[in-house]
């Protein structure tokens, strides 16, 4: 699951993000509503959710939410401000918000109006993915093959569910950076080969049909 | 005119709904920041970047109060400005070091230019108000990975000193007459109080500072 996080108090994005990360999650950071805008909407697809701030420059924020509505973007979207009063609340709502949290927040409220969030959208969609004989719920987390369940820690899940939502095409080491570590980092390092061998103990090691292949010079592909 | 307008705007309350929420964005970090902190066993030096962001945090905090109690007093006639001979090399040398942790964590680099030393007549604490809520400003809302520059000039019977970033345009709301800002409104009149002139352009944020009866330790 990819996030963007429009907020233009750094340390305020910046802590968001690492708890963020800790629970699985990619996430981007937008300093203002204008690249916030040009992120979000550049590829549609790319985020699940937007949390946004309210007091943000070049765009505010209730603009950006309206604006964003208007070009049929339907990301959900998580207003996060400085503003408590109902009107303020209503005016976010309604401006095309999903939900609304007021600052200072905890965390794990955050965490969990995410989720609520996250659910709401993939009860519209999808709740599993499914390559082969491999299942993953986007609900639970759980991860099964042939009725056995696979124990992931949370990189190798965030890097299973990029792979499932790109299977049968060739993923790079730099989407999967970008994707899933969510940092441009020298793509030269092993990191990820590293963990795509442990995944692929897991998800392949005691199965005859073997599913995560390696394209050599260009990156992975699960596939059946 | 800043006075007749900051009532009205209390009237009406959005000035104090600012001020809430000036004190809302230290809050967040602090409680985000520490929550983080306790969430799972951490190293030791994640800890000690934890307890410095919660540090200028905390200074943060003192500075919006600082400018509150200042705030009050020159809108109730009840300030008093003592003004007395102040380098203000010094006190702008301790303002950057005060910022140091700040500008770290955003990897922006702070250079001080300063040919020769300059005294004023002024107020100190003002003073260190007024630069700590102009470099916070830029330093808070301003890219990371950037430069700022401060430079001092001794022109005519005027310090001038000037703060270059590329970003400074944000400041441009600071003339705003919608802007309610409690910095930035203290910041006012604490330039009134010294017959100081702000003047801000794409690149730099000049501040001229008037130096009288003072010729004889400046030259």
Request: with cysteine; charged share 30%; proline share 2%.
């Amino acid at each position: 699951m990819r996030i963007l996080v429009v907020e233009d108090e750094k340390k305020v994005a910046n802590f968001i993000k690492r708890g963020l990360k800790e629970e699985g999650y990619a996430v981007d950071v937008a300093n203002d509503g204008e690249t916030g805008h040009y992120l979000a909407t550049i590829n549609v697809k790319e985020y699940d959710l937007l949390i946004m701030d309210i007091m943000i420059p070049k765009i505010d924020g209730l603009t950006l939410c309206k604006k964003m509505r208007e070009e049929k973007i339907n990301t959900p979207i998580l207003m996060l401000t400085g503003k408590d009063a109902v009107k303020d609340k209503v005016t976010g709502l309604d401006s095309g918000a999903d939900d609304y949290l007021t600052k200072p927040f905890a965390f794990e409220e955050l965490l969990a109006r995410i989720r609520a969030i996250l659910r709401k959208k993939e009860t519209q969609t999808v709740t599993k993915l499914k390559v082969g004989d491999l299942e993953l719920d986007l609900l639970t987390h759980k991860v099964m093959r042939e009725k056995s369940e696979i124990k992931l820690t949370t990189k190798e899940y965030a890097l299973l569910e990029y792979f499932m939502r790109n299977s049968g095409n060739v993923v790079t080491r730099t989407m999967i950076s970008e994707h899933v570590w969510d940092i441009n980092f020298d793509t030269y390092t092993n990191v990820i080969d590293v963990y795509v061998n442990y995944l692929r103990t897991k998800i392949d090691g005691n199965y005859k049909k073997k599913m995560l292949h390696t394209i050599r010079g260009r990156g992975y592909v699960l596939k059946l | 005119m800043i006075k007749r307008k900051l009532h009205s705007a209390l009237c009406d309350n959005v000035f104090l709904h600012h001020i809430i929420h000036e004190f809302r964005n230290p809050l967040t970090i602090l409680k985000g920041e520490i929550e983080f902190a306790l969430k799972k066993n951490r190293s030791k030096k994640t800890l000690e970047t934890v307890l410095l962001s919660n540090l200028d945090e905390v200074n943060r905090l003192a500075l919006i109060v600082e400018n509150l109690s200042l705030l009050t007093k020159f809108e109730n006639g009840e300030m008093i400005v003592q003004k007395r001979p102040i380098n203000i090399n010094n006190l702008i040398n301790n303002i950057i070091e005060n910022f140091k942790t700040l500008s770290l964590q955003n990897n922006i680099e702070i250079n001080f230019i300063q040919k020769k030393k300059i005294f004023l007549n002024a107020d100190e604490n003002c003073l260190r108000i007024l630069f700590m809520n102009l470099l916070g400003e830029i330093i808070r809302r301003g890219p990371k990975k950037s430069n700022i520059l401060v430079n001092i000039i001794k022109i005519n019977n005027f310090a001038l000193i000037k703060i270059l970033n590329k970003e400074i345009i944000i400041f441009k709301e600071f003339l705003s007459i919608k802007n309610v800002n409690l910095g930035f409104n203290v910041s006012k009149y604490i330039l009134k109080a010294h017959n100081a002139k702000l003047k801000i352009e794409d690149t730099n944020l000049a501040i001229s500072l008037p130096i009288s009866n003072l010729k004889k330790i400046n030259n």
